[in-house]
């Protein structure tokens, strides 16, 4: 088994880098690992680093140290290889994804996730991009995005930086036309957003769909119809924690294994908090699965809508 660690300097609030090469020294020195460290210089270098490991045919197991976007270029450079396992080697702005988990802190701890399990993931392929937890269109993709230049802010981290986000891109347009595909409706209407969930937490701590299970073959996807200014702060509190079905007249629910977005000019899409542009974003359950390891003894429970009891993985 080998172990490679590929640390993203641009993670979180700070170059973390000597902090981590520190850690990974300090615990696979002693256990006589076969381990290496490798530094991303760019966009993208994550995901080279990834592929390359596993291009080899060698059993890897692959560190990805930083945050959602980090993971985000770890997962997709390994999914679909058999002989390599990622996971998150936590530091990042938000870390949302592994919040799915009910200890997420043991995600900081390297020792425990050196002594891991392992399951499999769903990723979402969007057009020739992929995304392990959250893909989305319209503002939430614009707010998403624009987290990257608040996060370096002093006081502005994680949730901090997700507000200073929105409050700015709220004043920037609400709703834009878009024609959206999905189990057989096609909607051509205003939207403020579409949301397509694999994972469930985003953006700091928004939890839109608690009962989202990145295991079971399907998406959900939430569809918010065209809303203005003055109905916001009623309606985020109830999305960001998960009550989007109390919001019916405003929010539309589907599970799906595919969506198409479809939109009037070239716009944001958030894949992981990762920017990409199209005019044409097509989402779907991707054949591929990825191999994600995690401290032993972790469970992921789906969280049920309804007073029933949570379903443990």
Sequence with gaps: MKHLFIINPAAGSRDRT??????IHAACKPKALDYRIEVSTAPGDCTRLAREAAQTGEEYRIYACGGDGTLNEVAAGAVGFENAAVTVFSGGSGNDFVKLFDDPKAF????????????????????????????SVGLDARIGTDVAKYKRIP????FSA??????????????????VEVEGETIDAQQTFVCVCNGRYYG?????????????GLLDVLLVKKVHLLQVPAIIGKYKNGRYRELSDLVKHYRTDRIVIR?????????????????VAEMS??????RFFYPRGLTYAVQMPEPEAAVLR
């Design 18 to 23: 000597e902090i981590y090469t520190a850690a």
């Design 108 to 135: 900081f701890d390297l020792e425990r996730l050196l002594d891991a399990e392992e399951t499999r993931f769903d990723m979402i392929r969007c057009n020739d991009d992929y995304a392990l937890n959250i893909c």
């Design 155 to 158: 006081l502005l981290h994680g």
């Design 162 to 179: 997700y507000a200073a986000s929105t409050v700015i891109n709220l004043f920037k347009g609400i709703s834009e036309h878009y024609v």
């Design 204 to 216: 700091g701590g928004f939890n839109p769909v608690p009962e989202a299970d990145p295991t079971d």
């Design 263 to 279: 939109c009037d000019k070239l716009t944001p899409v958030n894949l992981d908090g990762e920017l990409r542009t199209a005019q």
């Design 285 to 290: 359950v991707a054949d591929e699965k990825l």
